[in-house]
């Protein structure tokens, strides 16, 4: 059944992508695009990570600046919004809180979804109340380049079952799927570098975002 059959019908399918987005790049849009149209999402909410807690590592670029460029990252598509609640939300931004904040706010006959890279998903159980996760929402795990989730132990651990290819049902009802998105090799770690040490960034980050950070003189170091 395709998005527009789902919504004829009152049926919504939200997906949650959380992130840094330290910048947001056309990488991260291009993923949660694909998501978007392959489990007929009715919208991809984008929640930026407000105080991240696996990366107190380094500085991290206001949440003012963050926000207004995911912003203007996704403001030509409607198919995509952008949340605060992790801004609101005093402390370090934990996920369990996030998706229980949008579980319990669910409508009748509404689904939830929860996209996370590969990479984030092999370090699940360093989270806070992972295993709390899995009977909240779905799971969309996303490809990335030597990172296995199958070898993971938490699949095995929290009793998921393999159903079809690629989908495991966890005994909550919720199920995991592993998803195939088309590789673009741009990172925000990368991006930061280039601007670090002079070069170009066009075509790696929207338009939008290209003239925001030079208009801010963000990532100069």
Known sequence: MDRSELLRRGKKRVGLFGGTFDPIHLGHLRCAQ?????FSLSQ???ILAATPPH?????????EHRWEMVRLAIADNPFFTLSDVEIRREGRSYSIETISYYHHNLGEGERLFFIVGADAFCEIETWRDYPQLFTLCDFIVISRPNFDPLRTRVIKSEGFQKDERDQFLHPS?????LHQVTPIGISSTEIRRAIREGKSI???????VEEYIKKQGLYQG
Do not use: C, M, N, Q
């Not at 990366?55 to 949440?63: A, E, F, G, Y």
């Open 173 to 177: 009802g919720h199920s995991l799927y």
């Open 34 to 38: 694909e998501v978007g149209e392959a």
């Open 44 to 46: 991809v909410i984008f």
């Open 55 to 63: 990366k107190l590592d380094r500085p991290i670029i206001s949440t």
């Open 202 to 208: 066009k075509y790696l980050v929207p338009k939008e």
